[in-house]
């Protein structure tokens, strides 16, 4: 698909995966002998027909850029890639990326120069399999400006991750980084019924955790990204939207 462009995220120190990462990104981590975590979320987009695609990197990122480097080639004249969106200092700003939000503002540039309609967010430290063609279909189909992932998690589970809660229409109203308290989880709970009904197996949860995918219109993502300072998608650009209904 010529009309949406990926952009994955290099990710920080992956303390958590420590000793794993103390040369390496975590999406730089081995996988299976001859792969990297990294090589997940590219496969997907891949076999979802997705094949411009930018990684964005920052920290002890120098095996990650020569995996890429060495792993994806694509013919000259097809218009496909994967490339290397390395952080810098430039004389737009001097900083480097602040978090998953100031990463994509300091690359629209790269945005702004394709021909695009979407812009596919994902993570680089993931393992999954998704088929990013329906995601897209989903979002057209409802007309959205943003789509997010999300999959159902038990109320201990939460805490870990960005909860999202739905209305009936299966519209994002509400969206909580990592919530610590009943009192903040039952402001972001959706009923099971509702879950059920986007085709989503609840199992009786009532917790739907994002993946940290997002589907956005590019104009959309521009917007956003240009008239704040926000630096966190989920802390602070979803929130933020919601508030406002953009």
């Known amino acids: 698909m010529k009309n949406i462009i990926t ?13 794993l990462t103390k040369l390496r990104s975590k999406p730089a981590v081995p996988l299976a002998g001859k792969y990297r975590l990294i090589d997940i979320p590219i496969s997907n987009c891949l076999n979802s027909g997705l094949n411009q695609i930018y990684v964005m990197t920052q ?11 060495q792993a994806y080639k694509f013919d000259l ?19 480097w990326y602040q978090g998953t939000a100031d990463a994509v503002r300091q690359n629209l540039r790269s945005i702004r120069d394709r021909s695009v309609d979407y812009v ?9 399999r998704m088929d990013f063609d ?13 789509t997010i992932a999300a999959l159902p998690v038990d109320r201990k589970q939460a805490s870990a991750f960005g909860i999202v809660r739905l209305d009936e229409g299966g519209r994002v109203v509400g969206f909580l980084e990592k919530p610590k308290t009943d009192a903040d989880l039952a402001l972001v709970r959706t009923e099971p019924a509702s879950i059920d009904a986007r085709g989503i197996a609840s ?13 956005f219109n ?6 956003l990204l240009d008239k ?19």
Do not use: W
Not at 77 to 95: C, M, P, R, S, W
């Open 7 to 19: 952009l994955i995220l290099g990710g920080g120190k992956g303390t958590r995966l420590y000793p």
């Open 228 to 246: 704040t300072t926000y630096q966190d998608f989920g802390k602070e650009i979803f929130p933020a939207a919601i508030r406002s209904r953009h």
């Open 218 to 223: 590019r104009d959309t993502l521009v917007e």
């Open 134 to 146: 329906k995601m897209l279909k989903v979002h057209q189909q409802a007309q959205a400006q943003v």
């Open 120 to 128: 596919l967010i994902l993570s680089g430290d993931q393992l999954y």
């Open 77 to 95: 004249f097809g218009g496909g890639f994967v490339e290397i969106l390395a952080a810098q200092q430039t004389n737009e700003g001097d900083k």
């Open 59 to 69: 920290f002890n990122s120098v095996s990650l850029n020569r995996h890429i480097n």
């Open 203 to 215: 199992h009786g949860r009532d917790c739907l955790a994002s993946m940290g995918i997002y589907l």
